[in-house]
T-cell receptor, first 116, second 110 residues
Framework: DGGITQSPKYLFRKEGQNVTLSCEQN?????MYWYRQDPGQGLRLIYY???????QKGDIAEGYSVSREKKESFPLTVTSAQKNPTAFYLC???????????????FGDGTRLSIL | DAKTTQPTSMDCAEGRAANLPCNHS???????VYWYRQIHSQGPQYIIH???NNETNEMASLIITEDRKSSTLILPHATLRDTAVYYC???????????FGAGTTVTVRA
């Protein structure tokens, strides 16, 4: 079945460590996104990528880094510079939008990151 | 993006239609209305979207008023698995992000 796979589902990090969250999609979507969700709040965009080898910062990119070496994969690294990394991280993908039609985004089931 | 206003919560009886309202009185002519839902501890799930015509798919129907200032998502036969937070979102054409508000917590009761 086509979909978006995020792993692991739960992740624990020690203070000062970098950690990488995986996101893989087999939907043949061009665009991929990373969001952060804090308890009781909406989603905030961290980074997005419209095409391989290209990505742009979202609203809260500080302390995060991404790469887009393959169309199927968009890993997110939470660096030690991110002061409050505990959150629910969601990856999404969409077909490339054209004109004024914005294609819907499809989400994975998320990774819950906690600081030990 | 235009701001949306949704009720905080609503209950629905299993097997009955659930009608979820959304106000977006400042919507622009090129903004689409999207609906997503999020079941606890899962990623948001896309439901439906539309510009000005009513839309229907296998999950739901979307009714947009003629002036586009409000819309209603209809779940025709609610089941217990439809219990979730439902988000109404409007998006400008050149904005890649989805801006989720607080949404409506829908509880389907047996």
């Amino acid at each position: 079945d086509g979909g978006i796979t995020q792993s692991p589902k739960y992740l624990f990090r020690k203070e000062g460590q970098n950690v990488t969250l995986s996101c893989e999609q087999n939907l043949n979507h061009d665009a991929m996104y990373w969001y952060r969700q804090d308890p009781g709040q909406g989603l905030r965009l961290i980074y997005y990528s419209q095409i391989v080898n290209d990505f742009q910062k979202g609203d809260i990119a500080e302390g995060y880094s991404v790469s887009r070496e393959k169309k199927e994969s968009f890993p997110l690294t939470v660096t030690s510079a991110q002061k409050n990394p505990t959150a629910f991280y969601l990856c999404a993908s969409s077909r490339h939008s054209s004109g004024t039609v914005r294609q819907p985004q499809h989400f994975g089931d998320g990774t819950r990151l906690s600081i030990l | 993006d235009a701001k949306t206003t949704q009720p905080t919560s609503m209950d629905c009886a299993e097997g009955r239609a659930a009608n979820l309202p959304c106000n977006h009185s400042t919507i622009s002519g090129n903004e689409y209305v999207y609906w997503y839902r999020q079941i606890h501890s899962q990623g948001p799930q896309y439901i439906i979207h539309g510009l000005k015509n009513n839309e229907t798919n296998e999950m739901a129907s979307l009714i947009i008023t003629e002036d586009r200032k409000s819309s209603t998502l209809i779940l025709p036969h609610a089941t217990l698995r439809d219990t979730a937070v439902y988000y109404c979102i409007v998006r400008v054409a050149n904005d890649y992000k989805l801006s989720f508000g607080a949404g409506t917590t829908v509880t389907v009761r047996a």
